[in-house]
């Protein structure tokens, strides 16, 4: 059974970074993609940035240019690191993995607890 766990989270000031970082535990047969979503109060659950297996990038237009995810292979860990936060960006952090548990299997998501973000001064 594969695990993310989230860290990283945390109040800040706006202007101010935090790092977020999602470890996968567990058997998995193969990787296709990481990712960070967030969903604030009353809101839809939104992609924020995403990283495929071979390493390409998407991010949403909303954080483009102040967020920079990267990924670890040889840890199976993702990281978010987010610069000059804004009051908007205040949300529960989730991370998410697409992955074959198995050779035979087919691909499955798998989503972390969520950690949260609070940016206010």
């Known amino acids: 059974q594969v695990q993310l766990v989230e860290s990283g989270g945390g109040l800040v000031q706006p202007g101010g970074s935090l790092r977020l970082s999602c470890a996968a535990s567990g058997s998995i047969f193969s990787i296709y993609q990481m990712g960070w979503y967030r969903q604030a109060p009353g809101k839809q659950r939104e992609l924020v940035a995403g990283i495929i297996e071979g390493g390409s990038t998407n991010y949403a237009d909303s954080v483009k240019g102040r967020f920079t995810i990267s990924r670890d292979n040889a840890k199976n860990t993702v990281y978010l690191q987010m610069n000059n936060l804004k009051p908007e960006d205040t949300a529960v952090y989730y991370c998410?993995?697409?992955?074959?548990?198995?050779?035979?299997?087919?691909?499955?998501?798998?989503w972390g607890q969520g950690t949260q973000v609070t940016v206010s001064s």
């Open positions: 998410k993995l697409v992955g074959r548990p198995t050779m035979i299997q087919r691909a499955t998501d798998y």
